[in-house]
């Protein structure tokens, strides 16, 4: 890891300042981390990409059409996203079979593979698949075979009745640029696709891991990081877990990989250069700044590159 470091406060109103241990929120940053818990599954024969999700989740009622893992992992499954107020539930559901109750017996939207609908939905039935496979706890088994052998020692799935050592607290600006705090969120309907919790070194330690090869066989990285397409052959710009900007119009061969966060509490930007194997992670405690964090996020990653080149040509 080359470089870390806090800024501002992690608790405006105890002026607590946000260090290397202060814990974010991930939000949909956790959809990677899901999606190479899936892979890895793969990986080992357990799990079929193109299978009926009912295969590994029977409890799932059928649909007009049949749902696959890929189609989840790249939101073309048709699943809804968040309706109502379900972003800021304070329900607290127990287990990502449980929390498929939010929205296990509505229809789908489309025809899975037709269109590209984004949905931490679909990522909790993903989720309960890799549960079912594993035969045990998903939040367990996502410890032991993601977190440990990538050093994650902070992160876990966020709990608000929990004692979490340095987790920040959230906010929101107001007119007239005042803060406000967040409203209360209970992100327990959403696990899989949004309820992680840990620092930022933590993220930059699963980077690395995805590409020194500790999590996922190369080609496996290769086909996460390569761009899905709708039935009709348009590229998505989203991968299995990842948004692609590639350098052809096949999605393939990427140029950056990255996944914003963005829910009550936090903005957050994780991106990876694959070719240069360099990765920017940016978490704040601020909510509504994802597109300023990309930009920020490009910029850093930029500038470690031009650094490197300029190291390299030196005598």
């Known amino acids: 890891m080359a470089w870390s470091r806090g800024f501002g406060l992690a608790d405006v109103e105890n002026l607590v300042p946000v260090t290397t241990r202060t814990v974010f929120r991930f ?3 956790s959809k990677p981390i899901t999606a190479v ?3 890895q599954l793969v990986e080992q024969d357990k799990l079929d990409l ?3 999700i009912q295969r590994y989740v029977p409890s799932f ?3 007009a059409w049949p749902i696959t893992p890929r189609q989840l992992l790249g939101h073309l499954g048709g699943v809804r996203h968040y309706r109502g107020d379900e972003m800021h539930s304070t329900w607290h559901y127990f287990g990502v079979r449980h929390a498929l109750t939010v929205f296990r017996n509505d229809p789908l939207i489309h025809e899975p593979g037709t269109k590209f609908l984004y949905s931490t939905y ?3 039935l993903a989720g309960a698949a890799v549960q079912e496979v594993a035969l045990q706890r998903f939040s367990d088994h996502v410890r032991a075979q993601i977190f440990k052998p990538s050093g994650m020692i902070h992160t876990r799935i966020d709990d608000n009745r929990l004692i979490i050592p340095h987790r920040a607290s959230g906010y929101i600006r107001i007119q007239g640029g005042r803060l406000r705090n967040s409203a209360p969120c209970d992100v327990s309907n959403r696990g899989p696709g949004a309820g992680f919790c840990g620092t930022a070194e933590d993220l930059a330690r699963f980077a690395i891991a995805i590409e020194s090869g500790a999590l996922l066989k190369p080609e496996t990285v290769a086909l996460m990081f390569q761009s899905q397409t709708t039935t009709d052959g348009k590229p998505t710009g ?3 877990g990842w948004s692609i ?3 052809n119009n096949k999605g393939s061969n990427p140029v950056e990989v990255s996944h914003l966060g963005q829910m009550p509490r936090v903005s957050n930007v994780l991106l990876l250069r694959p070719k240069e194997r360099s990765a920017v992670v940016l978490l704040s405690n601020l909510e509504g700044q994802g597109a300023r964090l990309l930009a920020l996020a490009h910029k850093i990653a930029e500038a470690v590159s031009q ?3 300029r190291t390299a040509k030196a005598p």
Do not use: F, H, R, T
Request: hydrophobic share 35%; charged share 25%; no cysteine.
């Open 27 to 29: 939000a949909s940053i």
């Open 61 to 63: 009622p059928e649909k």
């Open 307 to 309: 650094e490197v080149q």
């Open 37 to 39: 818990a899936v892979l």
């Open 238 to 240: 989203y991968g299995l």
């Open 245 to 247: 900007d590639s350098d």
């Open 122 to 124: 679909g990522y909790n």
């Open 50 to 52: 193109d299978a009926p």
